[in-house]
């Protein structure tokens, strides 16, 4: 079982918690809790971070003492948990990744999971103890503390699951995976089941119920997850939510299973490009070199017969430091001009269907089309398609694209 | 070097702590430096377990997940403090507990510090590494977190010390150990000195300067202790303080060094108690059974020939448990009555110098007497006296005392 931060932003919800951990042990289960800081915790300790220079010249959040710093969150709120547990007569205690321990590399901050040894914890589990283990943290073999990168406790979760053979119940604030977010789309409709694949690429292309990572763990590792609300009583959980499977577990087949956006783009237009071979690789390695990553690209020949322009986007964070990259290559490169425009969003259609089906592209773009929606850039892969809109369109390009694929029947 | 919480409220001050680790570091020997929480941190983590069931009943403080929510604090301080230096060009890391190791039993919320195997931290220092190390906090030998009780830091740093082998500076929000308390008697002066064994007496009586169980750690470890203000720009330091050493390094010898004085204290007054052997056995037992510490004592024989009247003092806190045993025990005992009085404070004078002088009884009950003081217990060690008064009357009778001994005069 895992809960984010929202479920347990203060003492009363850690009780609320306490009595659906409470209700899953009174199975006989085996029973580990994976927990989050309290919601606004993490921010608070990160701004502290920035403060004591994390932000400053030099040296950056991956500093191995602003895991130090961030990772105590999640400590507290494990230590909590476990007393409310004993104080209702229950057997619990607490896991710090250092106790267990979670193995995670040294890339301090965005740290990887790489073993988790889970004699010891198993060992406490099958003595009838719950075991309740801080996420987002894991230790360096250095023994130092490493955290896991925003969003890091689905991965802890799944990471335990897969360690123990178990199967991986994540408790947040929606009671599912929504066709499309809710608050855009009043008709958006919970899926009972979604494959890892979908799943993976909803969750890269904005949908934020779980950690891109913690999917590519759980497909890697053939790991039964479910996305459950944590605001329901002790007994209701088994009927709701939404289970992550094979695709071959997945006996209703659909085209498309989920629209997703994403407002956290940018996008970069180059003018009057000289159209010679190597031109786009000098881009794209200064680029990568500056840590910028690049998402959707796109080239198209001027009217002018030797130059091309060339549209990309990157993360809004990343903005200001691609136009500076492209800047200092200019005058090398010999292009007209660069302009930069915050004012867009992505919007994508996901499916495993699209491999068997024609046609979804065109359904795509009509329906854009109908609302007057302009697509300035496309990107596609076996199961996806998303499109570069104008910023101000995002809510209506959702909606169109939720009916004409009849996904409010589900 | 120690800095406490005051000493660390914020970034700011963190900062400064910094640039006063950094003029040490300067000096080319190997520094570390143990860091409490930040202010009201503790208490915040300390209100949260008692929320999640600490002081509910069949659970304790002492519990072990209380330690897990509580030694949080020091470990984000440790990281900040780490980070800040690092920020400066300085090599820097933190250290928590179970890094060390800082070996503690598993009397979890007042642990005692078992063993400190310092190789590894003496090799990071020996390579020019300043080490952060979080107070506080120590690990069992099951790896379980474990905390030293309200001002654990103090004994963190002077068990550091002690292991290796190095002189320890507590900082603090006061300059040094004063005679009596400042914000009482104006005229309380600094002491350049004080031996291990009056700055124990001086804790233990009430003054909060240090953790008395610091104090018997440096005694027993002959660890040359400083304290110091940490509200001082880098250089000032060396000339300020009080040190604490051997008393046969004290060369101005003085009958009294200091005067304290406490209100957490409460009397229980028996009446009628039959005068039997063992009444008292029965009743201190009693006390002791339900963890009650019992302070002064006094027995007096009432006019009717078979009863006597019995007083004793406890900690506030423990006030309505003694007076639940005593109560317990009166159809027992057959005694009289009990009556409770929280309206009283203990002041003590503290010298050395007592073992060889006369008369510094008759002066503190004169002094007292000619400001109308009513002295209701008495209770004497080698080097101290104290005695119980109203409480309205502390001021009053350390200023009293303060001047009957010349304190003002040092």
């Known amino acids: 079982m895992k809960f984010g931060g929202t479920s347990v932003a203060d003492l009363e919800r850690?009780?609320?918690?306490?009595?659906?951990?409470?209700?899953?042990?009174a199975t006989g289960k085996?029973?580990?809790v994976v927990v989050s800081a309290m919601a606004g915790k993490t921010n608070e300790l990160v701004a502290w971070?920035?403060?004591?220079?994390a932000a400053a010249p030099g040296l950056t959040p991956s500093d191995d003492e602003y895991d130090v710093v961030v990772a105590s969150g999640e400590q507290v709120t494990a230590g909590l948990l476990a007393m409310t547990l004993r104080n209702m007569g229950l057997k619990a205690r607490s896991w710090m990744g250092w106790q267990i321990p979670i193995i995670a590399d040294d890339a301090h901050g965005r740290a990887r999971i790489e073993d988790i040894p889970g004699e010891a914890l198993g060992a406490a589990m099958d003595s009838g103890e719950i075991a309740i283990i801080a996420g987002f943290q894991g230790v360096t073999r250095d023994g130092r503390i490493a955290t896991l990168g925003r969003g890091g406790s689905d991965t802890s979760a799944v990471a335990i699951a897969a360690a123990l053979g178990g199967v991986c119940d994540i408790y947040t604030d929606v009671d599912g995976?929504?066709?499309?977010?809710?608050r855009i789309e009043s008709k958006a409709?919970?899926?009972?089941?979604?494959s890892y694949e979908e799943m993976l690429e909803m969750a890269s292309l904005g949908a934020k119920v779980l950690q891109t990572r913690s999917v590519e763990m759980a497909m890697a590792h053939r790991v039964k997850v479910r996305v459950l609300s944590s605001f329901v009583e002790p007994g209701e959980a088994p009927d709701q939510g939404t289970l992550l499977c094979d695709e071959e577990d997945i006996v209703e087949k659909r085209i498309v299973s989920g629209v997703a956006y994403s407002r956290d783009e940018a996008k970069v237009t180059l003018f009057g490009l000289p159209d010679h071979p190597g031109v786009s690789s000098r881009i794209f390695s200064a680029l990568a070199d500056a840590n910028v990553n690049v998402d959707m690209i796109v080239q198209a020949h001027a009217r002018t017969a030797d130059t091309a322009n060339m549209e990309f986007t990157v993360g809004?964070?990343?903005a200001a430091r691609a136009m500076q990259v492209v800047g200092d290559l200019k005058g090398d490169l010999g292009f007209e001009g660069a302009a930069l425009d915050e004012d867009v969003a992505k919007v994508s259609v996901i499916g495993v269907g699209m491999r068997s089906h024609a046609g979804v592209a065109k359904t795509m773009f009509q329906a854009l089309a109908e609302k007057g929606v302009n697509i300035q850039v496309i990107s596609t892969s076996e199961i996806k398609i998303s499109v570069l809109i104008?910023?101000?369109?995002?809510?209506?390009?959702?909606r169109a694209l939720h009916a004409a694929y009849g996904l409010d029947q589900l």
């Open 177 to 182: 995976v929504y066709t499309t977010d809710p």
């Open 316 to 318: 809004k964070r990343d």
């Open 14 to 25: 850690i009780r609320r918690v306490a009595r659906l951990v409470a209700a899953e042990a």
């Open 189 to 194: 409709r919970r899926l009972a089941k979604i």
């Open 390 to 398: 104008e910023s101000a369109y995002t809510e209506l390009a959702v």
């Open 30 to 32: 085996p029973v580990a």
């Open 49 to 53: 971070t920035d403060g004591a220079g």
